[in-house]
Structure formats: C-alpha cells, structure tokens
C-alpha cells in the first residue's frame, strides 16, 4: 500500500498546486512561504478538502504523510514560479515584450 501512496504524491500536489493557486481572495506567497497564521489556516482547509476529495472520489485516504509533503511542495512550487515570474520582468530579454506592451 505504500507504494501506492507514493504514487500518489504528484497527483495530490497538483491537486492542491490548483487549489492554492485559485483561492479568491489570491494568497500572498511570499508571506505564506515565511510561515504565517495565513499558512497554517491554508494548511488545515486544504489538507482536509485534500482528504475529503480522494476519500469521496477514489475511497482512498491518503496518509498523513503524503499529504503533508503534497501541501508543501505545492507551496515551494508556487513559490519558486512567482519568483521566477518577478525575476523574468526584470530582464533583458522581457524587454521587446515591455515595449510592445507599453508597459
């Protein structure tokens, strides 16, 4: 069974990737990735509707672990696109872009 759970583990960071990325009102990341109350609210809503969803949809229950390691690497993974997208305005190669854009 634990391979399974390993198995997964993508599945149930993607999941939640999506979900974190479409919360309304938007999650501030940079605050969240420091570790905030905003964190640990997100983390109990979002490992709990995680739960329910693969219980309710596929009758599995995901382990503590899985879920807890999907929650976080979905955190790093929108994390790191956000710096990546703030890094890639600031260069060079953005800048035929900008100037199209007027911006």
């Given amino acids: 069974m634990s ?7 993508p599945d149930v960071t993607y999941w939640l990737t999506l979900q974190i990325a479409k919360s309304d009102p938007g999650i501030d990341l940079e605050q969240v990735y420091q570790g ?3 964190l640990d609210y997100l983390y ?7 739960q329910q969803h ?8 995901l382990s503590p672990v899985t879920i807890n390691n999907a929650f976080f690497r979905a955190i790093a993974v929108l ?3 956000n710096l990546e997208y703030k890094r ?14 007027h911006l």
């Fill in 36 to 38: 905030t109350v905003e």
């Fill in 3 to 9: 391979t399974q759970m390993n198995d997964l583990l």
């Fill in 54 to 61: 693969w219980w309710t949809r596929y009758g599995v229950e």
């Fill in 79 to 81: 994390h790191d696109r």
């Fill in 44 to 50: 109990q809503v979002l490992t709990s509707k995680a």
């Fill in 88 to 101: 890639s305005r600031v260069r060079t190669e953005t800048d035929w872009v900008r100037e199209l854009l």
